[in-house]
T-cell receptor, first 115, second 112 residues
Framework: KAGVTQTPRYLIKTRGQQVTLSCSPI?????VSWYQQTPGQGLQFLFE???????NKGNFPGRFSGRQFSNSRSEMNVSTLELGDSALYLC??????????????FGPGTRLTVL | GEDVEQSLFLSVREGDSSVINCTYT??????LYWYKQEPGAGLQLLTY?????DMKQDQRLTVLLNKKDKHLSLRIADTQTGDSAIYFC????????????FGQGTTLQVKP
């Protein structure tokens, strides 16, 4: 089975712009979770989608949003970029049917740099 | 509350055993996980343990769980230079669908 794929792998944007990141989960997985990784804050949960619905959300401002399509692929969007949004954005997929026990498998991440 | 703590750095010699420790606060978590991250890469699932187990062995990896003290450890036998990476422990509290809570990560340095 192919693993989790994320596109693009690297992205450079300037402050005020917006960005869309994409994640394709493992075939058959219906849950996608997104995380932000920075040196200062570590790994922080952004949100989780299952069957096109957001099931859980972390403590991030409304500039961070996401969605999931019927084929389980997910996108996250960050509007009005700030310097502090520079990070590695990771998505993880899991079967999604046992929300508290499903093992999450991660993609390689998208490295976002905001100038 | 949700909190996972790890020591930040461990240095060992090649061939020695490495032990990475983790403490967590939420006893509702059903599974506890260990992930590995190499430079510039995503997170690789190493192993996980069910909360009603005390120990799990998987080739060179041994996970020990002390549920009373909420303490988790990962032992890597015969550590190799290829094991140099950051290791994260993580839990999913029952109150939080699909949300892994991670420790800060332990950087393992393996000296030849």
């Amino acid at each position: 089975k192919a693993g989790v794929t994320q596109t693009p792998r690297y992205l450079i944007k300037t402050r005020g712009q917006q960005v869309t990141l994409s994640c394709s989960p493992i075939s058959g997985h219906r849950s996608v979770s997104w995380y932000q990784q920075t040196p200062g804050q570590g790994l922080q949960f952004l949100f989780e989608y299952f069957s096109e619905t957001q099931r859980n959300k972390g403590n991030f401002p409304g500039r961070f949003s996401g969605r999931q399509f019927s084929n389980s692929r997910s996108e996250m969007n960050v509007s009005t970029l700030e310097l502090g949004d520079s990070a590695l954005y990771l998505c993880a997929s899991s079967p999604g049917l046992a929300a508290y026990t499903d093992t999450q498998y991660f993609g390689p991440g998208t490295r976002l740099t905001v100038l | 509350g949700e909190d996972v703590e790890q020591s930040l750095f461990l240095s060992v010699r090649e061939g020695d055993s490495s032990v990475i420790n983790c403490t967590y606060t939420d006893s509702s978590s059903t599974y506890l996980y260990w992930y590995k991250q190499e430079p510039g890469a995503g997170l690789q699932l190493l192993t996980y343990i069910f909360s009603n187990m005390d120990m799990k062995q998987d080739q060179r990896l041994t996970v020990l769980l002390n549920k009373k003290d909420k303490h988790l450890s990962l032992r890597i036998a015969d550590t190799q230079t290829g094991d140099s990476a950051i290791y994260f422990c993580a839990e999913i509290p029952a109150s939080n669908t699909g949300k892994l809570i991670f420790g800060q990560g332990t950087t393992l340095q393996v000296k030849p």
